[in-house]
């Protein structure tokens, strides 16, 4: 019983954190079309300036609130000088990310060197309940991870700026005659997704330390899991990230991980072969 | 929010054009002076004499890595073949060089067969099946797959590889398998140096023409048109998809012949070679030297690696950063690489070969 509570909190968490990588990746493939593969390497980022706050002696949790503003003020400087140039040719997109995200990650490690470095959980300790101990700072991911994707839904489908973002992507031209500056959006659009990037960033680091292919490790997890739930709502990323966060943490418990491992990546794409549209194909927040 | 997967998908016609369109806009000043002659057999004549001279001046350690070098240009080929041809992403092409690589690194650890005429048709014919697999499965079907899809499907394929590689005791887990025997002709053993360099380039240049007579040919044509416009080629009647799955299969076989050549020079493969590293390294070649051309694909395997090469002593770090700067400068200001100063647009399409009665109407209805 204690074990098999254990083992769903395990799976829980590393579902949870998977769901936070894929947000921001999410939201930048639903939204504009673009696979960013730098987005890993934002991840790094929100990783290394909350190592930066630690390093220089500031509180943690600073450099955990920094780190997506930072993350997202240089995604939004990157989407006006680079990114914006991709929007017709989605491969070429493709390979502009992988370069920017190759010189971020190279940049990255000449800063800190082939080392994992530590960054201690800002929460230690654990929570007990009864025989069971339940990493404190485990659960405060997911207890983010559920406030930030809440939030994210509301601004999306509740506020004037999600109104005005869903209507940037859905017709950009009409969006234009009516007043909204269409540049200014695609630009908000990617530093938000980006900046959600940093904040998980921020928020894995204790768990998995920083080291230079910190970000690439979850790239094609977040990937796959964006076209398992399909391309195109808010919902849909989200949900496949769910799935896919799942099963690779699941399956190691009743399978060799070396099997478990590859099997999720096969059973995805054999998914996405059969349903190109994903788990949820609607349209919509 | 709501533009989903509608727009997705209607964007998946356009964007091919949408490439075209970008790579258009890159070549514009380029070379094909006014004399109106052609650039591209001088390019290649330059690169073979190098390649044929290079071993004659060139130190004993340095000819070790040209041929290091000739092979990877070999796999760049492969991957130019796939995406500078027929438009197929590929991040996955390292899954067929390194899996001939492991292939035929157990056939001589294993059972001893290390003969060239087994172990290089060997690795081909297992480049070929897993290019076969993939390929087959992630272009055929119903619905024909987005690009997208395909770009990932094979990244991801590389990356499941390169885990199962990893993890895998009996191909040596992280470690790989070390020191594999020589290939050998008989009772001659090709050891690294000139021998095994012109081995190599000889092959190269054997690739290289059968490939610069496919990418001629009418299949060549029909190939082009599927990278300009997949839709239209589809209309005309061909089967665009099975092109595709074709193309992707000798793609296959060329990487898994460079990969068979790679473990047998190197001595060892590692789980590295089938993993996303040497995916992405074979785009960057292509990218830089110019895909849609072969002998770009030779270009910018020498060139990448030789930079590398050179800088690795004084700037190890630095240089992965320079590549990726130079990497985005090429992809926004160049999409058509480095050969584009001096091939023209018109000479990199080129001309195909004889028409077959058969399609000449198609072939008219083309034409504007």
Same mark, same amino acid.
């Given at each position: 019983m204690a074990n098999a509570f254990v083992a769903a909190f395990e799976i829980l968490s590393f579902g949870a954190i998977?769901?936070?990588?894929?947000?921001?990746?999410?939201?930048?493939?639903?939204?504009? =079309?673009?696979?960013?593969?730098?987005?890993?390497?934002?991840?790094?980022?929100?990783?290394?300036?909350?190592?930066?706050?630690? $390093?220089?002696?500031?509180?943690?949790?600073?450099?955990?609130?920094?780190? @997506?503003?930072?993350?997202?003020?240089?995604?939004?400087?990157?989407?006006?000088?680079?990114?914006?140039?991709?929007?017709?040719?989605?491969?070429?997109?493709?390979? *502009?990310?992988?370069?920017?995200?190759?010189?971020?990650?190279?940049?990255? +490690?000449g800063l800190i060197g082939g080392f994992y470095l530590?960054?201690?959980? @800002? #929460?230690? *300790?654990?929570?007990?309940?009864? $025989?069971?101990?339940?990493?404190?700072? +485990?659960?405060?991911?997911i207890v983010i991870t559920l406030l930030v994707m809440v939030c994210c839904y509301l601004l999306l489908s509740r506020t004037n700026f999600g109104l005005r973002m869903r209507a940037t992507l859905e017709n950009p031209s009409l969006a234009r005659a009516?007043?909204?500056? &269409?540049?200014?959006?695609?630009?908000?659009?990617?530093?938000?997704g980006s900046a959600l990037a940093g904040l998980a960033g921020a928020l894995i680091v204790p768990v998995f330390s920083?080291?230079?292919?910190? =970000?690439?490790?979850?790239? !094609?997890?977040?990937?796959?899991?964006?076209?398992?739930?399909?391309?195109?709502?808010? #919902?849909? @990323?989200?949900?496949?990230?769910?799935?896919?966060?799942?099963?690779?943490?699941?399956?190691?418990?009743?399978?060799?991980?070396?099997?478990?491992?590859?099997?999720?990546?096969?059973?995805? !794409?054999?998914?996405?072969?059969?349903?190109?549209?994903?788990?949820?194909?609607?349209?919509?927040? | 929010m709501p533009k989903s997967m509608g727009a997705v998908k209607q964007a998946i016609p356009a964007e091919i054009g949408g490439e075209a369109d970008v790579a258009m806009g890159g070549s514009g000043t380029a070379g094909q002076a006014a004399s109106g002659r052609k650039v591209l057999p001088i390019v290649e004549g330059v690169v073979l004499v190098a390649a044929l001279l290079a071993p004659l001046v060139l130190?004993?350690?340095?000819?070790? %890595? $040209?041929?290091?070098?000739?092979?990877?240009?070999?796999?760049?080929?492969?991957?130019?073949?796939?995406?500078?041809y027929a438009g197929i992403m590929s991040f996955g092409q390292a899954l067929f060089f390194g899996s001939a690589g492991y292939g035929v690194a157990l056939l001589a650890r294993d059972l001893d #067969?290390?003969?060239?005429?087994?172990?290089?048709?060997?690795?081909?014919?297992?480049?070929?099946? %897993?290019?076969?697999?993939?390929?087959?499965?992630?272009?055929? *079907? +119903?619905?024909?797959?987005?690009?997208?899809?395909?770009?990932?499907? &094979?990244?991801?394929?590389?990356?499941?590889?390169? +885990?199962?590689?990893?993890?895998?005791?009996?191909?040596?887990?992280?470690?790989?398998? @070390?020191?594999?025997?020589?290939?050998?002709?008989g009772s001659y053993e090709f050891s690294e140096g000139p021998s095994f360099y012109y081995l190599v380039l000889g092959i190269l240049i054997v690739v290289y023409l059968l490939c610069r007579f496919l990418v001629r040919s009418q299949?060549?044509?029909?190939?082009?048109?599927?990278?300009?416009?997949?839709?239209? !080629?589809?209309?005309?009647?061909?089967?665009?998809?099975?092109?595709?799955?074709? !193309?992707?299969?000798?793609?296959?076989?060329?990487?898994?012949?460079?990969?068979?050549?790679?473990?047998?020079?190197?001595?060892?493969?590692?789980?590295?070679?089938?993993?996303?590293?040497?995916?992405?390294?074979v785009v960057l070649y292509v990218l830089f030297g110019g895909s849609g051309t072969l002998i770009g694909a030779v270009i910018g395997a020498v060139i990448v690696e030789g930079v590398s090469f050179w800088l690795s002593d004084n700037y190890r770090e630095v240089w992965p950063i320079i590549l990726g700067v130079l990497l985005l400068l090429v992809i926004l200001f160049r999409p058509l690489g480095l050969i584009s100063f001096v091939l023209g647009e018109r000479?990199?399409?080129?001309?195909?070969?004889?028409?077959?009665?058969? &399609?000449?109407k198609e072939k008219r209805n083309a034409a504007p």
């Open positions: 998977i769901v936070l990588i894929v947000l921001g990746l999410g939201i930048i493939a639903s939204m504009m =079309g673009i696979f960013n593969f730098a987005q890993g390497e934002f991840v790094l980022l929100g990783a290394y300036i909350t190592y930066l706050a630690y $390093a220089k002696g500031l509180p943690i949790w600073a450099g955990m609130v920094a780190a @997506p503003f930072v993350v997202g003020a240089l995604g939004f400087v990157l989407e006006a000088l680079i990114i914006r140039r991709f929007y017709a040719a989605p491969i070429v997109a493709m390979l *502009g990310t992988y370069a920017l995200g190759l010189i971020i990650r190279e940049t990255v +490690r530590t960054v201690p959980e @800002p #929460i230690g *300790g654990s929570i007990d309940i009864g $025989a069971m101990h339940i990493s404190a700072w +485990r659960f405060t991911i009516s007043g909204i500056s &269409t540049p200014l959006m695609y630009g908000a659009t990617f530093a938000f920083l080291y230079a292919d910190l =970000g690439l490790r979850f790239l !094609i997890q977040g990937f796959v899991a964006v076209m398992v739930g399909g391309v195109g709502s808010f #919902i849909g @990323p989200v949900a496949g990230a769910g799935v896919i966060g799942t099963l690779s943490a699941a399956l190691p418990w009743v399978m060799a991980p070396v099997v478990a491992d590859v099997l999720v990546f096969v059973l995805a !794409i054999v998914f996405i072969k059969f349903r190109p549209q994903g788990l949820i194909a609607g349209r919509g927040v | 130190q004993d350690y340095l000819t070790v %890595f $040209a041929t290091r070098v000739i092979i990877l240009a070999l796999f760049a080929l492969s991957f130019d073949l796939v995406w500078g #067969i290390t003969n060239i005429f087994l172990v290089l048709p060997a690795g081909t014919l297992i480049g070929l099946t %897993f290019a076969l697999l993939l390929g087959g499965f992630l272009l055929l *079907g +119903r619905h024909p797959s987005s690009v997208i899809f395909v770009s990932l499907g &094979t990244l991801t394929g590389s990356y499941a590889a390169d +885990r199962l590689a990893r993890g895998w005791y009996y191909l040596g887990g992280q470690n790989g398998i @070390p020191s594999i025997s020589s290939m050998t002709l299949f060549g044509l029909a190939l082009a048109g599927l990278r300009e416009n997949e839709q239209r !080629i589809a209309f005309f009647g061909y089967k665009a998809q099975h092109l595709k799955a074709i !193309i992707f299969a000798i793609g296959g076989a060329v990487a898994g012949l460079a990969g068979s050549l790679y473990a047998f020079h190197e001595g060892f493969v590692w789980p590295n070679m089938v993993g996303v590293v040497v995916s992405t390294q000479e990199r399409v080129g001309s195909f070969g004889a028409r077959p009665k058969e &399609t000449e």
